[in-house]
C-alpha cells in the first residue's frame, strides 16, 4: 500500500530515557514533516525536511531531533523524555510542488511515565 | 498565512448535508483554502483545497465566496464515519519553506443517526 507508515504505533517509556519514532513514505514526495498533537488536540509543527535538508525547525527543545536518510525516511530521535513529551506524534509527507496538500500517518502515541 | 475562524462544534443528522462554515477575510490573492479532517485520533485527512473558484471531488464540494473571505465545505450526504473535526487553512501552495500547514482548533462535526 502506498502510504506514510510510522512505528511503532504506541511507546511506553520512562522518564530520562531516550527513544526514536520512525517514518517512511512510499509516495515518491520530497517533503516530510513532524507534528505534535497534545493533548489539548492542538496539532503543531516540529520539523520539515524537503530532499534531506532541515528547512522548518519550530521551537522545539533540542532534545528533539530529526534525522533524514534519504527523502523517503524521516525519524524522530527524544533524548532524555519529560513527562511533557507525552502527545502523539504524526508524519507527513507532501510533493511540494503539486497543491494536494499532505498525506499524513497514523500517528505515534507516546507516553512518558 | 491568514487566520481563519470556524464554529467550535456543529451536528448534523444522518443521510442530510453537512456544511461547514470558514470565515478568513484578511485571505491574500495567492492563498489557497484547504480543507482536512481528522477522524478521533488518527492522522488528519486531505479533503480538497481551492483558490477561486468553487471545488468538487469524490469527497466534498467547496464553495468559495466571490470575495474569497469566507468559504463552505459540504459533505453532500453525511455519514457516522464524516464525524471528526474539521480544520480549514489558509496557506500560499508555495514557499521557500515548503507547504507549512498551520493547524487551529478545527469544527467538531458529530453526525448523528
Known amino acids: 500500500d502506498t502510504a506514510v507508515s510510522q512505528t511503532p504505533k504506541y511507546l511506553v517509556t520512562q522518564m530520562g530515557n531516550d527513544k526514536s519514532i520512525k517514518c517512511e513514505q512510499n509516495?515518491?514526495?520530497?517533503?516530510m514533516y513532524w507534528y505534535k498533537q497534545d493533548s489539548k488536540k492542538f496539532l503543531k509543527i516540529m520539523f520539515s525536511?524537503?530532499?534531506?535538508?532541515?528547512?522548518i525547525n519550530e521551537t522545539v527543545p533540542n532534545r528533539f531531533s530529526p534525522k533524514s536518510p534519504d527523502k523517503a525516511h524521516l525519524n524522530l530521535h527524544i533524548n532524555s523524555l519529560e513527562l511533557g513529551d507525552s502527545a502523539v506524534y504524526f508524519c507527513?509527507?507532501?510533493?511540494?510542488?503539486?497543491?494536494?496538500?499532505?498525506?499524513f500517518g497514523s500517528g505515534t502515541r507516546l507516553t512518558v511515565v | 498565512d491568514a487566520k481563519t475562524t470556524q464554529p467550535t462544534s456543529m451536528d448534523c443528522a444522518e443521510g442530510r448535508a453537512a456544511n461547514l462554515p470558514c470565515n478568513h477575510s484578511?485571505?491574500?490573492?495567492?492563498?489557497?483554502v484547504y480543507w482536512y479532517r481528522q477522524i478521533h485520533s488518527q492522522g488528519p485527512q486531505y479533503i480538497i483545497h481551492?483558490?477561486?473558484n468553487n471545488e468538487t471531488n469524490e469527497m466534498a464540494s467547496l464553495i468559495i465566496t466571490e470575495d474569497r473571505k469566507s468559504s463552505t465545505l459540504i459533505l453532500p450526504h453525511a455519514t457516522l464515519r464524516d464525524t471528526a473535526v474539521y480544520y480549514c487553512?489558509?496557506?500560499?501552495?508555495?514557499?521557500?519553506?515548503?507547504?507549512?500547514?498551520?493547524f487551529g482548533p478545527g469544527t467538531r462535526l458529530s453526525v448523528l443517526p
Open positions: 487553512i489558509v496557506r500560499v501552495h508555495y514557499n521557500n519553506y515548503g507547504q507549512n500547514f498551520v
Open positions: 507527513a509527507s507532501s510533493q511540494v510542488s503539486a497543491p494536494y496538500g499532505y498525506t
Open positions: 484578511t485571505i491574500s490573492g495567492n492563498e489557497y
Open positions: 509516495l515518491g514526495h520530497d517533503t
Open positions: 525536511y524537503n530532499n534531506k535538508e532541515l528547512i
Open positions: 481551492g483558490l477561486k
